[in-house]
């Protein structure tokens, strides 16, 4: 039944990806810390409905996506001109990719689980 927290986050992820087409990165940085919140608090409500490998592969990816919303930071800091590292945006685009594909591939390894 916590599965069901996947939908609200699969729909602020696909509102995060439609305001960052639109130039509002801020409200981006917004969605997507919901996404990974909503995420995180399905992991954290039932742990023991998860085998070892099934926590272990979650956690790597909300470590990715914490990193990557950190990233994230630090080009909005660029973009409004209170950072010097131009290279910011493009590094936080790539791992930002990286982690949308970890995350795909995770859910569908949850979401395939054998129920036991």
Do not use: C, N
Not at 45 to 71: C, D, N, Y
């Amino acid at each position: 039944m916590l599965d069901v927290l996947l939908i609200p986050a699969a729909l602020l992820l696909t509102l995060a990806l439609q305001a960052v087409r639109r130039g509002e990165y801020r409200l981006h940085g917004h969605l997507m810390t919901g996404a990974f919140t909503l995420i995180g608090l399905r992991l954290l409500l039932h742990p023991t409905g998860l085998s070892p490998a099934h926590r272990t592969l979650w956690l790597i990816t909300l470590t990715v996506a914490g990193l990557t919303i950190l990233l994230g930071r630090m080009a909005l800091a660029w973009r409004e001109a209170r950072s010097t590292h131009p290279s910011l945006p493009r590094i936080h685009r790539t791992i930002g990719k990286t982690t949308l594909v970890g995350l795909a591939l995770t859910t569908l390894v949850w979401l395939l689980r054998q129920r036991t």
